[in-house]
């Protein structure tokens, strides 16, 4: 853990200052995690023993939230996946000077195994199924899984990972999203979501 984040309030301080993409796709179902979420699943995993001295996967990497708060409590080695330019562009900047190597491409066409991975995917809400390619990839190449998605799929994902995952915690949370689109009628929603944390059953 680097000297200056003590906390996870140190680390949500740090991570609310990152800079965010000059633009959002609906179409991607681009909703970016909070530093608040963020930091308290990462802590959760640090407690866990899943981040510090570990290899990790952030997918669907953003801006790169999870790959700077990981990188910054101790990570050995972050592979930051995106796909989209924007997101890319904020990633690198935030990544300077940490350990993270950044992937431009579609999440299937990563192959490296990881220890943990970190993952708010698309909800598939706008594109049916967009959500599987990730929970594929995080099911065939990580260890542990952390991972944010839409509360009305809890069932679903519930038992998509059950198929071949243990599941340790499941846990509701609300993601605070600044308007992005034109269909949001508020500065700020608030979106149910649901936490799972998986690991492989020989963990």
Do not use: W
């Amino acid at each position: 853990m680097q000297k200056n984040i003590r906390s996870k309030k140190d680390l949500e301080i740090y991570l609310q200052k990152l800079q965010k993409p000059v633009r959002y796709r609906n179409q991607l179902e681009q909703y970016p995690t909070s530093a608040g979420v963020a930091s308290e699943i990462l802590f959760l995993a640090y407690l866990d023993g899943n981040v510090e001295g570990n290899v990790i996967g952030d997918f669907g990497a953003g801006n790169g939230i999870f790959s700077v708060g990981a990188a910054l409590i101790g990570a050995k080695k972050v592979y930051a996946v995106e796909l989209d330019l924007d997101q890319a562009d904020a990633l690198r900047k935030n990544a300077e000077g940490l350990n993270i190597d950044i992937i431009i491409g579609d999440i299937l066409s990563f192959r490296e195994s990881v220890d943990t991975v970190f993952m708010n995917p698309p909800f598939g809400s706008v594109t049916e199924g967009a959500d599987r390619k990730f929970l594929d990839a995080a099911m065939k190449l990580g260890k542990h899984i952390y991972s944010l998605h839409n509360l009305k799929s809890a069932d679903f994902i519930r038992g998509y990972y059950a198929k071949s995952l243990s599941i340790v915690r499941e846990r509701k949370f609300e993601i605070q999203v600044p308007r992005l689109y034109g269909h949001h009628t508020k500065d700020i929603m608030g979106i149910p979501a649901v936490f799972f944390h998986c690991e492989q059953p020989n963990q």
